[in-house]
């Protein structure tokens, strides 16, 4: 052991070395919620366990410094330490950064990190369970992406087993990495789209869920492309096809006793406690700042239609509304109870910023005592809108720039993110919406070169 290196540091390094660990990422994540780290030999682990690892944060998308900036330290949380099953000499740690020796605000992590204390403080430990769906393509002949089955053809695809037993080598090299990391993947599909995926996989407690869905992501671009494929996170690739929700899977436990406090006290199917709606009710509240959160793209609200250019619905909501396993809700109560599902959130949201915005959002809903009204129980997508207007639903925001607006207008996105955060991501995203607009489409080529 090193004059560096800590008992604990000396133990989890023999053990790594036991395995035949050569290297340690000490990894944290963007704006976006990709993963990026410093590589170190295994024999420095002691030193970057204290945070020996510096990050220029200017040189990433959204982590608010300058050039002229000091340096953000990566601490890793030595709990998250993950071998890469795909490369067994690597380990990754998610980080924490620091600035100064002081947690930096604007980190992810940290910002999930403050909530869960909120939590803490009010008694509570929030629990997630995280749906990832996702597309893996491979290129054609012309470069375009495509699935990887040619029998992959269906109109609606969902559930279709010639196409899963098709993509079953990598998905198999991928679920059985899962299972060795001890998630428990319980089930995995085909979903509705050409090349669409989902994995179901234990719920967990928020940061170790959103330590895993950022793995998770990773993973699974390295394994699709050693099999040559292409795994995209991307919410909607094709126009004509589902998007790729990240479905949040949400509750409240007691944090000393571990009882679910979002069952109710029957125990009914498709029902949950009075807590969960006071919950539910925050959440509502605040839908259109967190939309911009947990839907953090342009491309997120061509997914977040009814219908679009496709033959069928979406199954995407588009309503701010709460109800019983109706799949047209923002959030939905699925049987047998005792959890609130979000649809609106797609899988390229960064889930530390995204539960953070939820979980302060259904806190404030508890302190408040707030009711959500009546649940939705029909299907919203068939609803003219006097009867919308009736039932008293509300659009999502239909478009990023919408969204944050909404967000940088919600004190609760400046509480939550704390100043140089809420500044960045507004500027950041703002950027992204005009940026758009400033890009020619192939769709208006195609509609306007030839028509004026």
């Known amino acids: 052991m090193s004059s560096h290196e800590t008992a604990a540091a000396a133990s989890l390094r023999a053990d ?81 950064l620091h600035l100064h020796g002081q947690p930096f605000e604007a980190c992810s992590r940290n910002i999930l990190h403050r909530v869960r204390q909120d939590a803490a403080a009010m008694g509570y430990r929030f629990n997630l369970g995280i749906e990832t769906e996702f597309f893996v393509l491979r290129r054609d002949a012309q470069g375009r992406p495509v699935p990887y089955s040619a029998r992959d ?60 869905l950022t793995f998770f992501k990773l993973m699974a671009k390295e394994i699709a492309h050693r099999h040559g494929l292409i795994a995209t996170f991307m919410p909607k690739p094709f126009g004509d096809r589902t998007g790729s929700g990240a479905h949040f899977n949400m509750s409240l436990a007691d944090l000393n006793t571990g009882e679910n406090l979002f069952l109710s006290p029957d125990r009914a199917p498709g029902t949950v406690s009075g807590l969960a709606k006071q919950f539910i ?57 005792g959890r609130v599902e979000c649809r609106a959130a797609d899988i390229s949201c960064n889930p530390y910023l995204g539960a953070a915005m939820i979980l302060s959002a259904g806190l404030e809903g508890i302190r408040e005592q707030l009711d959500p009204g009546d649940p939705n129980l029909v299907n919203a997508y068939t609803l003219t809108p006097d009867q919308r207007a009736e039932r008293g639903l509300h659009l999502l925001p239909r478009t990023l720039g919408e969204a944050v607006d909404a967000f940088a207008a919600d004190p609760l996105s400046k509480k939550v993110f704390g100043d140089a955060m809420f500044e960045s991501f507004v500027a950041y995203k703002r950027e992204e919406w005009e940026s758009y607009h400033c890009a020619v489409s192939d769709w208006e080529q195609a509609r306007y070169l030839e028509f004026f």
């Open 281 to 337: 009710a925050g959440v509502l509240r605040h839908a259109r700042a967190i939309c911009a959160v947990i839907a953090p793209t342009v491309n997120s609200y061509k997914r977040l239609v009814a219908q679009g250019s496709m033959s069928g619905f979406t199954w995407a909501p588009v309503f701010i509304c709460y109800g019983n396993n109706n799949r047209t809700n923002m959030l939905r109560i699925p049987s047998p109870g």
């Open 153 to 212: 053809t269906l109109d609606k695809p969902a559930y279709d087993v010639r196409g899963l037993l098709d993509n079953l080598p990598w998905l198999d090299e991928l679920v059985t990495a899962m299972n060795q990391l001890g998630w428990g993947v319980y089930s995995f599909d085909h979903e509705d789209g050409p090349g669409q995926f989902e994995t179901d996989f234990d719920y967990a407690e928020v940061l170790t869920m959103a330590d895993r």
């Open 16 to 96: 790594l070395e036991a395995k035949g660990v050569r290297y340690a990422l000490a990894s944290f994540v963007d704006l976006h919620g990709v993963s990026k780290a410093k590589a170190v030999p295994l024999s420095h682990l002691g030193q970057m366990l204290q945070g020996s690892e510096l990050f220029t944060g200017a040189a990433l998308d959204g982590v608010p410094q300058e050039v002229s900036d000091d340096e953000v330290a990566a601490v890793p949380d030595v709990a998250s330490a993950t071998v890469l099953p795909w490369q067994q000499d690597v380990v990754w740690l998610a980080s924490d």
